[in-house]
């Protein structure tokens, strides 16, 4: 145990806990896959510090975390949010994470404003697939991770068999720090391998005694691979030789090695809980062995024009440099982002550039605006606890930033800063929605601007091809708690329709027309007369317009009116509605009058010759073909090509990527990917991932001409 450091103002009182320096500071990501038990968590690990007097259940709807209308409906997470509590004087941020898939903006958003992940395992379910990729990304970036088996007092539950599947998905680097201890079905207590102590949480509250001979042979068997683990990432290269020389290597050393390899993200240290057992086991994890935000590097930082800014550090009087991991709108309280201040000091008053780059293909415009710092609070739940101030490593809630918005950076006036952004999957399911009444159209494109601002995740498009207003979404979750959100936070009611995706014509053949406009009206009349030759061009051809008059038969002046006419026709479709696309059209011969032949005469010929054409060939529709690239575990290549071939696609090719996962590369109409996002993720699982592009359009097959057409 360290000794208990100061520069943290515990929050007595209802109060909220103050720190000073960053290195009094711990931010901690919980992540794991839902079910896994992290809410609960979060409530005992509250309770164990006193920051709550009991620690609430999920299934009762009274847990700090789940505040939510939504979360507490479906009992599951759906938002991130901070747990703010103090232990051993180290103030910790626990950024309670939720863990279905559909939400993984929230996810991303809490690693990034975090300096450490704690992966939470179900003793009863093991490890998905998700949380395998998960733990992936955080090595990719050297995140230091732990591990904490939850749900131990669950009749099914298997410490040992969920820990060697901890280490067969997690690989090298993972070992256990202490073992349970079951008695009659109940877990009493733990073991620490490293002090070689029974923790005994049998009263209730924790007490340490010798384990029994009965467990030696175990906690030998354990604790030697734990040794040799620790002692593999120590500097002092003298400790392997002295331990294999027999040397008992002492418990203060190889705690100091420990906190060193979890900081460094080379060893993984496994923890256990459940019934309240384990909880102070976890703190001392957090406090003693994970990094502070001065050990954890700043993400990428320029100026707004994009050069790199050197030498900004984790330094309370630096430049300010924070960001926006989270913005929420409430109807009553107004806008409240959750920011992580990564540089200098954040004060309430405070006047700072808001700088927001990256995201307009997603609907979030480029910005930068000068806004003045509101109150600043610490949340506890649905509860905001008024600070004086936030230091750099510090997470805190902004009142009443109008324009800030999720991932947007907040810097000094006099010197704007830009943060790299943290990367976003692409929204791939699209939900078509309407108005149900006139009320709630003309209050719907606010409401929809709120949540774009709130959640990166989600792509606003007004089609005006398909005159649909359509939400590009994670999955079906998130679409449903979308909706929800604009019902009962902002009163709009919306419901969805069927998606209908944009089409194309072309012709089938070549043909000569006839566009006659001849009319008498009393004074001038109108008189154009143009024969045209259409004819189709290979796909992405687009359009030609070729002059052949010869004689003036057309005046020079009515030749554009024509081609625009003919232009105009394309565009309303001749057939089903749609653009035309991949047509040559020739004029070759026409008539005019010397007072009757008018710019609009020839466009309205323009035009009929077009649609008369439509009446002696073919008309075709196409439908858009997107090129599908599908990434999956090795086991489930064969289902997912199985089933892009019955879509009808075309698989083009497997490739391997990494260690256990193909790529599949595909051309799929666009038709029959709509809700791919949501048959992709129950597939695989939940592991699989795609991207699509639009590559060309194609004739649609005859069966189809008619539903679709209709």
């Known amino acids: 145990m360290a000794e208990k450091a100061t520069g943290v103002t515990a929050g007595a009182a209802g109060r909220a806990p103050v720190a000073d320096r960053p290195d009094m500071i711990r931010n901690v990501a919980l992540v794991g896959h839902s079910g896994a038990g992290k809410t609960t968590l979060v409530e005992t690990l509250l309770a164990a510090t006193r920051t709550v007097q009991r620690a609430g259940r999920v299934e009762d709807g009274n847990t700090v975390s789940d505040f939510d209308e939504v979360e507490m409906r479906q009992q599951r997470s759906v938002n991130l949010t901070v747990a703010p509590m103090v232990h051993n004087g180290i103030k910790i941020n626990l950024l309670d994470t939720p863990g279905y898939a559909d939400f993984v903006g929230d996810l991303r958003a809490g690693l990034r404003a975090a300096d450490a992940a704690l992966f939470a395992v179900s003793a009863s379910e093991g490890v998905d697939g998700l949380t395998r990729m998960l733990w992936e990304e955080c090595a990719a970036v050297g995140m230091p991770r732990a591990v904490v088996i939850t749900k131990l007092d669950h009749q099914r539950a298997d410490f040992e068999e969920v820990l060697a599947v901890c280490q067969d998905a997690f690989g090298e ?423 009757d032949s008018s710019d609009m005469a020839f466009q309205i010929a323009g035009a009929l010759a077009l649609k008369e054409a439509a009446t002696k060939v073919p008309t075709l529709l196409l439908e858009p073909v997107d090129e599908v690239a599908v990434l999956v575990l090795d086991d489930h290549v064969g289902a997912v090509m199985s089933d892009l071939s019955s879509r009808r696609g075309r698989v083009l090719g497997t490739e391997p990527v990494g260690v256990g996962r193909t790529l599949v590369r595909a051309e799929v109409p666009e038709l029959e990917i709509t809700r791919y996002a949501i048959d992709l993720r129950s597939m695989s699982h939940g592991t699989g991932t795609f991207h699509r592009a639009f590559l060309r359009y194609e004739p649609l097959p005859a069966h189809l001409v008619d539903k679709v057409a209709g």
């Open 173 to 595: 680097g993972v070992a256990p720090l202490y073992l349970p201890v079951v008695t009659n079905g109940r877990l009493n207590g733990l073991i620490g391998l490293l002090t070689q102590k029974f923790y005994n949480y049998a009263t209730g509250a924790r007490t340490e005694n010798a384990p029994g001979p009965s467990y030696q042979g175990q906690i030998e068997g354990y604790r030697d691979p734990l040794i040799e683990g620790i002692i593999q990432e120590s500097e002092d290269e003298s400790l392997m030789d002295r331990y294999l020389a027999g040397e008992e290597i002492g418990t203060e050393t190889l705690v100091a090695d420990l906190e060193k390899a979890v900081a460094r993200g080379g060893f993984h240290p496994v923890l256990a809980t459940g019934g309240g057992v384990g909880a102070l086991e976890v703190l001392e994890l957090i406090t003693q062995g994970f990094p502070s935000p001065l050990e954890h590097p700043l993400p990428e930082i320029t100026s707004i024009d994009g050069r790199p800014v050197p030498g900004v550090s984790c330094d309370p009087d630096g430049p300010l440099v924070a960001e926006v991991v989270k913005t929420t709108s409430d109807p009553y309280v107004g806008r409240i982002s959750l920011v992580r201040v990564f540089s200098g000091t954040l004060r309430p008053d405070m006047t700072v550039h808001v700088s927001g780059h990256g995201l307009a293909e997603r609907g979030h415009e480029d910005h930068d605006v000068d806004e003045r710092i509101g109150a600043l609070s610490s949340p506890l739940g649905k509860i905001q606890r008024t600070v004086a101030k936030c230091v750099a490593g510090d997470i805190v809630a902004v009142a009443k930033l109008s324009r800030a918005e999720t991932g947007d950076t907040l810097s000094d006036r006099e010197r704007p800063l830009l943060m790299t952004a943290w990367t976003m999957p692409d929204p791939l399911l699209p939900v078509a929605i309407q108005a149900r009444s006139k009320a709630d159209d003309d209050k719907l494109g606010q409401a929809l601007q709120r949540l774009v601002a709130e959640d990166p995740t989600l792509r606003l498009e007004n089609n005006p091809e398909t005159r649909q207003l359509v939400l590009w979404c994670m999955g079906e979750a998130h679409a449903d708690v979308l909706l929800d959100r604009l019902s009962r936070r902002h009163g709009v009611e919306v419901e969805k329709v069927e998606l209908r995706v944009p089409l194309r014509e072309t012709f089938g053949g070549s043909c000569r027309a006839l566009g006659r406009n001849v009319k008498q009206t009393g004074g001038h009349g109108q008189f154009a007369v143009c024969h045209l030759e259409v004819e189709p061009l290979p796909s992405g051809g687009g359009f030609e317009f070729v002059d052949k008059v010869v004689g003036g038969v057309v005046p020079r002046q009515f030749i554009p009116s024509v081609e625009k006419g003919v232009r105009a026709q394309m565009q309303r479709g001749v057939l089903a509605g749609y653009p035309m696309v991949d047509v040559r059209v020739t004029l070759y011969d026409g008539k005019a009058h010397s007072v």
